[in-house]
């Protein structure tokens, strides 16, 4: 292609280009990146089979656990500063989980486009807003005249970690049709979070005053509340965080570092592996399994945790006898431990073998609860009412 202008003239490969028309492209070329990109969100649980009416094969649906969340992009190479938002199911893809995007709103017409062209992203027209109210985090969508979703929260409430997260995340996206009556094509993209400052919470967020808390589930039986503080995070605002929670009856801990998954889930990450690889290998059934780590390791450790309990397994002498004396062996039986995939096979095996837990989801998770306050009450972590001494309201 050529042209002129003026008497000069200009050449152009369209098939070397990356959008078109060539001249006036409707986005800049990549690479991209979003620095200080703040983010508002949402997470709830909803119809499983709403869910999985709206996420397309390969992509598998097991916990119908759904994020809304809206974005604001200050620098975003190539695309200015824009706002985005959208609902995101979180699925399953080859024993990856994954984000799938349901619907993204966005007000920047090179962001659409962008979106649409390179990453596939379902991207369209929108006008999401975050912002500061007074002291409270409003986030809207309005599609048209209409406000669809409005959503608030107070600004005091945790933020993510204020530095660049490095948990990576695996973005899924349909990448064509059906190809003759086969299933459709899906492709995952991994995003290092890392490679793009963020901030989870509010505009105008001081990174000192961000940080990051993870509850664990169920949160309003269970105690434990991870906090992690960013590497400018002002200790104050982590301490005042704490006593917050200590003030709920919670039981905060503070993290040294960032690390995925949090401390609480990848520890039982790493029990339920080798819980699923003894199943899978017939050993015992999902119940039988259960029923050994509920009447052993689940009592003990209710009591005193795993250092604590090796601690005292060395008698006299403490972890330096038990290590002495069962080091090797330990060390022996960590070469071999299962290394499960959550392939077909095994996956159909492990829900076929749920189906004989003696009644519907409902029921279970009320026995559980009802076991796990009778539990707390003895060992005086019933939430409620702070604990005396940490009354104080806070401030």
């Known amino acids: ?73 200050p620098d975003s190479t190539g695309f200015g500063s824009y706002h985005e938002c959208g609902q995101i199911a979180i699925v399953d893809h080859d024993g990856r989980q994954a984000d799938f995007n349901i619907g ?49 929260s107070g600004r005091g409430c945790g933020r993510g970690a204020g530095e660049r997260s490095r948990t990576p995340r695996h973005q899924a996206r349909v990448v064509g ?14 995003l ?5 400052g ?53 039981r905060p801990q503070v993290l040294a570092k960032e690390v995925p998954g949090f401390v609480a889930n990848r520890l039982q990450a790493a029990l339920f592996r080798e819980a699923i690889h003894l199943v899978t290998e017939g050993v015992v059934t999902e119940q039988e399994l259960d ?15 795993p250092f604590r309990t090796f601690h005292l397994g060395g008698g006299p002498g403490g972890l330096p006898a038990f290590f002495r004396h069962l080091g090797g062996a330990l060390e022996e039986w960590w070469g071999q431990l299962g290394t499960p995939h959550l392939d077909g096979p095994t996956v159909a095996l492990l829900n076929e073998q749920a189906q004989n837990f003696g009644g ?15 539990v707390m009450r003895v060992l005086g972590e019933l939430p409620g009412p702070a604990r005396e001494g940490e009354k104080e309201r806070f401030r």
């Open 177 to 190: 049709g059906d190809r003759g009556g086969g299933a459709t094509p899906c492709a995952t993209a991994q």
């Open 360 to 374: 519907g989801v409902a029921e279970l998770a009320a026995e559980r609860d009802a076991a796990q306050i009778a």
């Open 291 to 305: 029923d050994i780590v509920t009447g052993s390791i689940g009592m003990r450790w209710a009591a005193a945790g």
């Open 198 to 250: 963020h901030r989870d919470g509010g505009t105008h967020a001081r990174a000192g005053a961000a940080f990051d808390r993870h509850p664990f589930n169920p949160p309003h039986l269970v105690p434990l509340v991870e906090i992690v503080p960013g590497g400018h995070t002002d200790p104050a605002v982590v301490e005042r965080a704490s006593r917050f929670y200590r003030g709920l009856g919670k």
């Open 1 to 73: 292609m050529s042209g002129g202008v003026g008497g000069r003239r200009a050449t152009c490969d369209p098939l070397t280009a990356f959008s078109t028309p060539v001249h006036a492209p409707a986005y800049a070329p990549p690479p991209y990146k979003f620095t200080d990109r703040e983010y508002f969100r949402i997470v709830h649980r909803t119809d499983l089979d709403a869910v999985r009416g709206v996420v397309p094969q390969p992509l598998t649906v097991v916990d119908p656990v759904v994020r809304f969340e809206v974005i604001r992009m």
């Open 104 to 152: 993204l709103y966005v007000d920047s017409v090179s962001a659409i486009v962008g979106g649409r062209e390179l990453g596939g992203y379902p991207k369209t027209g929108g006008t999401p807003r975050l912002y500061l109210d007074s002291d409270t985090l409003v986030a809207t969508l309005d599609y048209g005249t209409l406000r669809t979703s409005p959503g608030h």
């Open 192 to 196: 290092e979070l890392g490679d793009s």
